[in-house]
């Protein structure tokens, strides 16, 4: 599965082979999991009686929008629903955590380029400062969150790229700024869309520049907010709950993070939750996308058994209660 375009700095058995290359966000993992999954159905194939368990690998996760590209593919034909996990490094091993409703943010990338007139440092009113004008722009884009959103609708604006400029005494002709925005409703996120590429064009108007503004969307599409089914968390809860104790079973506050698990969403029933594999150690784990990021291996089974149990429990809690002697033995796994 997908990979992080970053040099792996942990030693370890498993270290990336490939430099520049490191799986960072545990999609590895994922994939090992869902494996033991299926191992475990195949197994236990006699207990479901009826139904089929499909099992997504999906590619692209980390802004590709690999979702999307699995369901115009036909991933989710005949199915009712859907269950998916991602690890925490800083939850303990054997706790899980999740909620009902929106669960992760809606996100969208941006990159912009303000041109202006490059020069001499000393003279700068032969020029027209690009970096300047892409400093305005950069704290107006602050004031979207700070004085246009509702505070308890929450909003993400970060400018996480600025490119501009090669030498100390130099005006670069052009700045390139980019960055990502988050929103939990389709309507906030929309709006938030719409007045950064105002709010750029129109402060490098007042700074004499031109600014061109691009969303990204074929290579970075819109990811929409992730927002899991009521009656699956409640089914989670009841599997989870069963197999790791009620104590161990969290609910958690709404994340800024997104996933491309919500283009799922959008078509069918769909429940995403958290995996801890933090060790009894006094060790701080690494973050994902950190250089640093290591796997808690023993957090595998734990992941396999669980999206094991959600399937069989889902299947056999939608069958009709009918006697044993009239039931069907054909099974489809």
Not at 178 to 195: D, I, N, V, Y
Not at 287 to 307: D, R
Not at 312 to 327: F, G, H, M, N
Request: proline share 6%; charged share 20%; hydrophobic share 40%.
């Amino acid at each position: 599965m997908d990979a992080l375009p970053m040099q792996e700095m942990v030693d370890w058995e498993h270290k990336s082979r490939n430099p520049g290359k490191m799986h960072a966000c545990g999609h590895d993992a994922h994939a090992a999991m869902l494996l033991g999954a299926a191992k475990i159905l195949q197994e236990h194939r006699n207990i479901i009686l009826k139904g089929t368990v499909a099992l997504v690998f999906q590619p692209a996760e980390e802004g590709g929008g690999g979702a999307k590209k699995m369901i115009d593919a036909g991933a989710l034909e005949n199915v009712e629903a859907i269950f998916g996990l991602h690890v925490n490094p800083n939850f303990p091993l054997g706790e899980v955590s999740s909620r009902s409703g929106p669960f992760l943010a809606g996100s969208g990338f941006f990159e912009a380029v303000i041109s202006g007139r490059g020069g001499h440092a000393a003279i700068p009113q032969h020029s027209i400062d690009p970096i300047l004008a892409a400093s305005n722009v950069i704290v107006s884009l602050q004031h979207l969150v700070s004085r246009e959103a509702d505070p308890l609708d929450s909003q993400v604006v970060t400018v996480a790229k600025f490119q501009g400029g090669g030498a100390f005494n130099v005006i670069p002709d052009s700045v390139t700024i980019g960055g990502t925005f988050r929103a939990f409703s389709k309507e906030s996120f929309l709006q938030l869309r719409q007045r950064i590429e105002e709010v750029i064009v129109g402060q490098a108007a007042v700074q004499r520049c031109n600014a061109t503004v691009d969303f990204l969307t074929n290579n970075k599409p819109f990811f929409p907010p992730t927002v899991n089914d009521k009656n699956l968390h409640k089914h989670f809860q009841r599997v989870a709950g069963d197999m790791l104790g009620n104590d161990h079973v969290r609910d958690t506050e709404p994340l800024m993070g997104s996933e491309d698990f919500a283009f799922y969403q959008e078509v069918i029933p769909g429940y995403f939750y958290l995996l801890g594999m933090q060790g009894e150690t006094n060790e701080i784990p690494a973050s994902v996308h950190s250089p640093y990021f290591k796997i808690n291996e023993e957090a595998l089974p734990l992941g396999a058994a669980l999206q094991a149990s959600l399937a069989i429990r889902y299947l056999l809690e939608a069958q009709p209660q009918v006697p044993s002697s009239s039931i069907n033995d054909h099974d489809e796994l």
